[in-house]
């Protein structure tokens, strides 16, 4: 089975940016993020299609770029513009579905471990 390592994570101010990867051992179809703050289920951020269609949660809309590199098997999350609210253990997940799972948790079969984001206000 395809195993999924995050990385990128860390705390900045609000304001401030950061770019999360995510490494597949091998490849598997789609590929999405998603994020679990303390005491909230787990949400979808953003789901990658191809290459020019990336689902997103309209809370990341305008902030967060989804992008695949996939001569490296890797998802990367780009986030602009943090905010509080964005806090949140992060999560990349990836999928053999026969159709594209969007940002459905329960699609996702294979998840990584989380990488921590802490914004600051």
């Known amino acids: 089975q395809v195993q999924l390592v995050e990385s990128g994570g860390g705390s900045v101010q609000a304001g401030g940016s950061l770019r999360l990867s995510c490494v597949a051992s091998?490849?598997?179809?789609?590929m999405a993020w998603f994020r679990q703050a303390p005491g909230k289920e787990r949400e979808g951020v953003a789901a990658?299609?191809?290459?020019?269609?990336?689902v997103y949660d309209d809370s990341v809309k305008g902030r967060f770029t989804a992008s695949r590199d996939n001569t490296v098997n890797t998802l990367y999350l780009q986030m602009n513009s943090l905010q509080p609210e964005d806090t949140a253990m992060y999560y990349c997940?990836?999928?053999?579905?026969?159709?594209?799972?969007?940002?459905?948790?329960?699609?996702?079969?294979?998840w990584g471990q989380g990488t921590q984001v802490t914004v600051s206000s």
């Open positions: 990658w299609r191809s290459s020019s269609i990336t």
């Open positions: 997940a990836a999928s053999s579905a026969g159709s594209f799972p969007g940002l459905e948790v329960s699609a996702y079969h294979v």
């Open positions: 091998g490849y598997i179809y789609w």
